[in-house]
């Protein structure tokens, strides 16, 4: 079985920075696309970014130039580098990948920036 579990949601002030990080573990053949969506209260959820497996990578209109998109093959891992929040950043942040060909989420981390 396949488990993403992500880490490092909190409370931040407006014009501050968070790092999510996503590992994967459990019996993994292969992972292809990871990512981040993110959902709002009220709202539906929506793609953040993408990595593919060559390293290219897309982002929202509304995150580009303040958010950065990495991984670590080795460990598994995807990243958000977060800066420049703004309030209307403030969501339940998952991370999504194809695993062994199927997609996979992550339980969701919170993400909350005060004005």
């Known amino acids: 079985q396949v488990q993403l579990v992500e880490s490092g949601g909190g409370l931040v002030q407006a014009g501050g920075s968070l790092r999510l990080s996503c590992a994967v573990s459990g019996v993994i053949f292969s992972i292809h696309t990871m990512g981040w969506y993110r959902q709002a209260p009220g709202k539906q959820r929506e793609l953040v970014a993408h990595?593919?497996?060559?390293?290219?990578?897309d982002y929202a209109d509304s995150v580009k130039g303040r958010f950065t998109i990495s991984r670590s093959n080795a460990k598994d891992t995807v990243y958000l580098q977060m800066n420049s929040l703004k309030p209307e950043d403030t969501a339940v942040y998952y991370c999504?990948?194809?695993?062994?060909?199927?997609?996979?989420w992550g339980q969701g981390t919170q993400v909350t920036v005060s004005s």
């Open positions: 990595i593919f497996t060559d390293g290219s990578t």
């Open positions: 999504n990948a194809q695993i062994n060909f199927a997609p996979c």
